[in-house]
């Protein structure tokens, strides 16, 4: 019987995780007609370019993978980068996915043309979509710090996300600028191996001890034998990260009891001052947490030094603080973090009435529900304003987001709309509910964090991960434009 349903033209723009999930979905729904364009050779996004030395997953394993593609294999309760990697080309590939990504594809604009979006790529190349969907990740604008001589230092200098796999590391006394998540984990695996580690800190970060342990021959063999029991698994991490939403969103005992329980795991620094110097002055969890059982024991050896003086400028012999002092360095590490809030910029977007995305969030980024944007029809944002939902797996993030646009895709094929955008005056209400839940979060505490937008807005998620995917699986017709003009 031949299908009556119309074929969406769709492009996707990035290969990474939330890319490859929308991908396994439509093909799942009968949908071939898109197109992943991919600005780089290989698909994983982040976890392709972050290739640092001790990177792994801060979101247990179990639970940070697709619902519907689950890997019996995880080697560790949190797994390596590399392994992260590896398991999202396989779901790529197994999945046909693969097939309908075009690497070294750089979207650089995207515009409304005649009823429907024209992309056009850095190379110059154009199509015509009916819709686009944006998957270019949240943490993948390297941040480089803006310090005094950093281009005059004479030894291998890089971000962490652009890991200089040729320069020495074993014996060399290395300088690492960051202590967030990166900074960490950089840290916990380079002690021992530098002959000097000099970790500059700007600002404590909280530390929560949490095992990574490996999973025994017996327990992959049980997830592999027993898919009832691997998808149990999932389901009861996903309880137990969601068990800490109380503590994040409101003030009450469970907040007490988590922000004490981290307190205390810095009894672990022995030496009084060092303790003092990692002491952050605001509230644990106001800031992502670092989850890391080896960070404090790698600060406390003899070989690696904290330095909580302020950078002057950086040398070419290494990096001289604010009182003088000149801290030799052989390689300079920034892990300084990723701007958080460029979302798909700087690719430029235009939609139908002339208004540029710039535009749209001249008085900062937002969306309807994290997922659409009033004016931009046919346009779904994967991680958009406000998706964040705080130590939560990106991937169960996407996979409701992706929900939540297949439901319009669906409408789409079946000739119910042509084009489908959230009001103004709906999102104008959902920021309202927005800005009066976030006061009570633990992210809007008092510190700066990549969280934090200009303005100080706070730009993630002010409610539990239930709530979210319950907005992002109903669909208030009410609070949508939609337009319907072909006879299809
Ligand atoms: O970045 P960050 P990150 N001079 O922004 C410092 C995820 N992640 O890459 O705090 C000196 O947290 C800055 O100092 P301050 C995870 O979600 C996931 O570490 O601003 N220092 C801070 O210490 C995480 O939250 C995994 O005062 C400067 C650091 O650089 C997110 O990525 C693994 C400076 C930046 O910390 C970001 O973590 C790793 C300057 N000029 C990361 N500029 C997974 O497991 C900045 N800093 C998935």
């Known amino acids: 019987m031949t299908s009556t349903l119309r074929q969406p033209r769709i492009a996707i723009v990035g290969a990474g995780m939330s890319g490859i999930c929308l991908g396994a979905l439509l093909l799942e729904a009968g949908i071939e007609t898109f197109t992943i364009f991919e600005k780089a050779e290989d698909t ?41 990697h590896a398991y999202l080309e396989q779901v790529a590939r197994d999945t046909g996915v693969s097939a309908h990504i075009r690497y070294a594809a750089e979207v650089a604009s995207v515009d409304w043309t005649d009823g ?20 270019t990740g949240i943490l993948h604008h390297p941040r480089y710090p803006d310090i005094e001589g950093l281009d005059t230092f004479a030894g291998p200098s890089f971000h962490s996300a652009r890991w200089d796999h040729d320069a020495p590391l074993d014996g060399q006394r290395i300088g690492v600028i960051g202590t967030g998540s990166t900074g960490a984990q950089i840290v916990s695996d380079l002690a021992g191996r530098a002959s000097q580690l000099t970790v500059f800190q700007r600002t404590p970060h909280w530390v929560m001890q949490l095992g990574n342990p490996e999973f025994s021959r017996f327990t992959k063999w049980l997830h592999r034998r027993l898919p009832s029991y691997d998808r149990l698994s999932y389901h009861g991490w996903r309880l137990f990260i969601e068990s800490f ?101 700087p690719i430029a977007m235009t939609g139908p009435d002339g208004t540029t995305l710039e535009q749209a969030w001249a008085a900062g980024p937002r969306a309807y529900r994290t997922v659409t944007l009033p004016g931009f029809p046919n346009f779904f944002m994967f991680m958009g304003p406000n998706s964040p939902v705080g130590n939560y797996s990106l991937i169960a993030i996407a996979e409701a987001q992706a929900g939540h646009m297949l439901q319009w895709i669906d409408r789409w094929r079946r000739g119910e709309i042509d084009t489908v955008a959230p009001t103004t005056t709906a999102t104008d209400a959902y920021y309202d509910d927005v800005r009066a839940a976030m006061p009570a979060t633990i992210w809007a505490s008092g510190c700066t964090s990549w969280y934090v937008g200009a303005g100080g807005n706070v730009e993630v998620y002010p409610w539990a991960p239930r709530h979210f995917r319950k907005q992002l699986a109903e669909i208030k017709d009410t609070d949508f434009l939609t337009t319907k003009t072909s006879s299809g």
């Open 116 to 135: 429907c979006w024209e992309l056009t790529t850095a190379a110059g190349d154009s199509a015509r979509f009916d819709f686009v969907v944006s998957a």
């Open 245 to 345: 939403s109380p503590a994040l969103l409101r003030p009450g005992i469970a907040r007490r009891f988590a922000t004490w329980q981290i307190r205390r795991q810095l009894r672990q620094i022995k030496d009084p001052a060092l303790r003092a110097q990692l002491t952050p002055d605001f509230e644990p969890m106001c800031r992502r947490l670092i989850i890391s059982t080896s960070y404090y024991d790698a600060v406390q050896r003899d070989d690696v030094e904290v330095v909580a003086t302020g950078i002057e400028r950086i040398e070419p012999d290494g990096v001289r603080t604010t009182d003088g002092v000149l801290h030799p360095c052989d390689v300079l590490v920034l892990a300084t973090g990723f701007d958080s809030h460029a979302y798909l910029r």
């Open 44 to 84: 994983g996004g982040t976890w392709r370019e972050n290739t640092y030395p001790g990177i792994a997953c801060d979101v247990p394993s179990r639970f940070y993978q697709y619902s519907f593609a689950r890997n019996p294999h995880w080697s560790r309760a949190m797994a390596p980068g590399a392994e992260i």
